[in-house]
Nanobody
Framework: QVQTVESGGGSVQAGGSLRLSCAAS????????MAWFRQDPGKERVGVAR?????????YYADSVKGRFTISGDLAKNTVYLQMDSLKVEESGIYYC??????????????WGQGTQVTVSS
């Protein structure tokens, strides 16, 4: 059964940090490109960062998070992480991860997890 479980969200003040985790089961993060998305209420999910763990240093970031967010993967745990530093209020939302078509933000399927809520206050 393909499943993705996100965790690590919470409430922080602007400038703070959070580390999100994405535990995958039923598929390997080694053979899939993985991406983190943020969804604001009433809006579509927006790609934040993606990684292809099979290729060293194969990461891509949305311009707005470059230099502040870091995506990484732990193959032994089949888990993808998103370290978020210097958080901004506008980066509040529900964060999801999913396997995507490499080089794009296109999800491989519609099997989304429950996401994890991030709230950044001023």
């Amino acid at each position: 059964q393909v499943q993705t479980v996100e965790s690590g969200g919470g409430s922080v003040q602007a400038g703070g940090s959070l580390r999100l985790s994405c535990a995958a089961s039923g598929y390997s993060i080694r053979t899939n490109c993985m991406a983190w998305f943020r969804q604001d209420p009433g809006k579509e999910r927006v790609g934040v960062a993606r990684i292809y763990t099979a290729v060293p240093n194969s990461t891509y970031y949305a311009d707005s998070v470059k230099g502040r967010f870091t995506i990484s993967g732990d193959l032994a745990k089949n888990t993808v992480y998103l370290q978020m530093d210097s958080l901004k209020v506008e980066e509040s939302g529900i964060y999801y991860c999913a396997p995507v078509t490499c080089g794009t933000w296109q999800p491989m399927n519609n099997d989304w997890g429950q996401g994890t809520q991030v709230t950044v206050s001023s």
